[in-house]
């Protein structure tokens, strides 16, 4: 049988009965099939668990499952992970994971269920998985297994303020070089303020710093080995730790998000380079409201590449329910449930929410929020997902890029030395196996 | 009943409660024993970065003599250790005296000075995160107010050591009064009589009757406080996370973040292990101290 014949009289008729046994399934499909199971969350205490979780009660009914949440702060809930997986326990169905920071590494360890055969199999016909964001659901996946859902789009943003911008004469930063111009005037027009914050907490810089490297046109790995020291890696790292030593508040090596959204909440920074995710902080109480404009980070000498992740949802491979865990994980990430996140301000991954009426008439309300939208469809558009290395150590490497910047804010080092004491490290973390 | 009855009455009583308490005495020594076999096996094996396990021998204890973190955590658990107790101690010393004479003292203003370490170290870490931000927080507003320069605090690599003694000085400080306390109202007054007579002063009574007398009681409170700041962590973990840079990055902190951010596993548990050593070496060295000073 030749190829066309083979073609005409078995793989298309198989391809005719998997679409329409595709169909059936999706017809066929029931929601109380796991009635009166329960799924256990280990969740992420942030603001997109937070708003998922205010629609618990509607999973319970739709499904008639139990969700039993263990919810923690970022850290603790990774370290219960890592227990409960180490342990190859099933206490866990279902969990939040970042594919850019430990993708790799829970992928290589075998953590993650692989999602890709559950996303064509027993799927709700209003789930529409491909009206997700191909980007994201790319960046989660690993030797061709999928691995999690996208629950949410984010990435850091420029909040800044444009009542000082005015008063001290500055327009709105088009470049890197502008921000440190625009700090500079600020700096000598009004002294009340911080000219310009960032994350300075070693482990969260990575977050913020990679935007910049990959603004100016730099790159984590060049032939397999690290390129801090390359002159676009130096002239990163020295950019960033310049602005944040010469502009930004005295203790910032100890700030993350929390600090910066306050500060800048507070009236006491001008500009303020954090998560999209903190406009809810930001804006809470109305104070900055009005005199707060957004954008992505101002172009670099490689334009703006911009940082975006998204935290997903993944199953346990040590689950002992999977197909219950992959409702839950479906409802979670349907288009109805996230289109209730995004109007509670969690940016959707999905475009089809994102132009949807209702949330369209939620981000007209302010201006403020159309140019968060905007910013995030350039994150959604433009992005790259590297943050730190793209090794199975990504955390570890984090370390080491903000020991670099750290060590730069403090004076500790010359850009030279810092570089290079962090690319002997980073080496030697690339060749681990 | 003979005396042969008798013995085997009591024999059986004896294996009786031997067989009721069994139970409860193998729970508690399983509870004990195991998380602390099972690390010291964890210490030989080695994870790789995605998990996978292999046999490692004396390789993870190998590794430390060579790593510089961890001399750089030892270093600074030994002087976050040393400033800490010393602090606690005169202050808790001078704290219980205070007190101690202070007889008319309301006992809600007693149940204040004493109140810091029954808050969480958690929730006393956020709340001196807040006081010492260089920004925002009180610390430097009051020194400014006062004509003094701003510090940065847990921000600087210099003074992020002595302020987080100070913070954990704070909350730890009025236990040790307690304990103290408890010491000074043990001691006989028959000897402060005959100071009395012979008329020592007040110091001269402190230096030669009140201080050697209290001595045991005292080093009971450093052997206590000597635990707790060798595998000191909350607190770091909340204000500093080790920062800056590794300043304050002690080697339960180290320890923490190889087996929990870095998922080795096997190393942290020999870091561990090797921290618990350091915590028996000063618990029998307080031990031995204080049957020297025992009266």
Not at chain 1, 104 to 110: M, T
Not at chain 1, 254 to 282: C, D
Not at chain 1, 348 to 360: G, H, I, K, L, W
């Amino acid at each position: 049988m030749n190829a066309r014949m083979f073609a005409a009289r078995v793989a298309l008729p198989v391809l005719a009965v998997a679409a329409v046994s595709a169909e059936v399934r999706a017809a066929e499909f029931d929601w109380k099939k796991f009635q009166g199971k329960t799924v256990t969350f280990l969740a992420n205490n942030n603001p997109v668990a937070q708003a998922l979780l205010t629609n618990k009660d509607d999973f319970e009914k739709l499904t008639g499952m139990t969700l039993k949440v263990d919810g923690y702060q970022e850290q603790q809930m990774r370290q219960r992970l890592v227990t409960v997986m180490n342990a190859r326990s099933d206490e866990v169905d279902v969990f939040m994971t970042l594919p850019s920071r430990e993708g790799e590494q829970f992928a290589a360890a075998g953590w993650y269920a692989d999602l890709s055969a559950m996303a064509k199999g027993e799927v709700a016909k209003e789930y529409d998985s491909a009206g997700l964001s191909q980007a994201l659901l790319k960046s989660a996946t690993f030797s061709g297994k999928l691995t999690s859902m996208p629950m949410n789009i984010e990435g850091p943003i420029f909040y800044y303020r444009t009542d000082i911008f005015k008063k001290c004469g500055i327009e709105k930063p088009a470049s890197i070089k502008d921000v440190e111009a625009a700090a500079e005037k600020i700096k000598a027009c009004d002294s009340s303020v911080t000219p310009f914050v960032s994350r300075g907490l070693k482990p969260a810089i990575a977050y913020t710093f990679s935007n910049v490297l990959h603004n100016i046109g730099g790159t984590y790995i060049i032939n397999g080995k690290s390129s801090l020291c390359s002159p676009k890696g130096k002239e990163a790292l020295d950019t960033y730790s310049r602005l944040l030593r010469d502009f930004g508040p005295p203790g910032v090596v100890n700030y993350s998000f929390q600090q910066i959204s306050a500060l800048y909440r507070g009236g006491r920074a001008a500009m303020s380079f954090e998560s999209s995710n903190e406009l809810r902080t930001v804006m809470d109480g109305g104070a900055r409201l009005k005199d707060t404009a957004l954008m992505p980070f101002p172009a670099g000498e490689a334009g703006q590449v911009p940082t975006v992740i998204g935290w997903g949802m993944a199953v346990s491979s040590h689950s002992k329910q999977p197909d219950a865990a992959w409702y839950f994980v479906q409802w979670a990430t349907s288009p109805a449930v996230q289109k209730k996140m995004a109007l509670q301000g969690i940016a959707p991954p999905r475009p089809s929410v994102a132009t949807d009426p209702e949330y369209r008439k939620w981000i007209d309300e302010e201006p403020v929020r159309k140019e968060w939208q905007a910013a995030l469809d350039v994150l959604a558009t433009k992005g790259s997902s590297e943050v730190g290395y793209p090794i199975v150590a990504n955390p570890e490497s984090r370390e080491f890029i903000g020991q670099a910047v750290q060590d730069l804010i403090l004076k500790q080092k010359t850009v030279d030395q810092a570089c290079a004491d962090a690319d002997k490290a980073l080496d030697a973390l690339i060749a681990r196996k | 009943m003979s005396d042969a009855a008798a013995t085997l009455t009591q024999d059986r009583q004896r294996l009786e409660l031997s067989a009721l308490s069994a139970p409860a005495v193998v729970f508690t020594v399983a509870m004990i024993a195991f998380p602390v076999v099972y690390t010291i096996w964890l210490g030989f094996q080695s994870f790789s970065s995605t998990g996978k396990q292999s046999f490692a021998g004396l390789a993870n204890y190998s590794k430390l003599m060579s790593d510089y973190e961890f001399w750089h955590g030892l270093w600074v658990t030994i002087a976050l250790y040393l400033l800490s107790l010393v602090l606690q101690l005169v202050f808790g010393v001078w704290l219980a005296l205070a007190l101690f004479h202070a007889k008319r003292l309301p006992g809600i203003v007693r149940s204040l000075f004493i109140s810091p370490f029954m808050m969480p170290p958690v929730v006393a870490g956020m709340m001196w995160l807040v006081i010492l931000d260089p920004s925002l927080g009180a610390a430097n507003y009051i020194l400014q107010s006062f004509g003094l320069p701003p510090s940065d605090w847990l921000a600087s690599p210099t003074w992020v050591i002595p302020t987080i003694a100070l913070i954990d000085s704070w909350q730890w400080t009025p236990y040790v009064a307690l304990i103290v306390l408890g010491g000074l109202q043990s001691l006989p007054p028959s000897v402060y009589e005959a100071a009395q007579i012979d008329g020592a002063s007040a110091f001269k009574t402190f230096q030669r009757i009140t201080l050697p007398l209290l001595l045991p009681t005292i080093v009971t409170a450093a052997i206590l406080r000597s635990v707790d700041l060798l595998r000191f962590f909350d607190i770091i973990y909340i204000t500093t996370q080790g920062g800056p840079g590794n300043a304050s990055n002690t080697l339960n902190i180290y320890g923490f973040r190889v087996g929990f951010e870095f998922f080795n596993i096997g190393y942290a548990s020999a870091l561990m292990l090797t921290l618990t050593a350091i915590v028996f070496g000063a618990v029998l060295a307080f031990n031995r101290l204080r049957g020297a000073v025992a009266w």
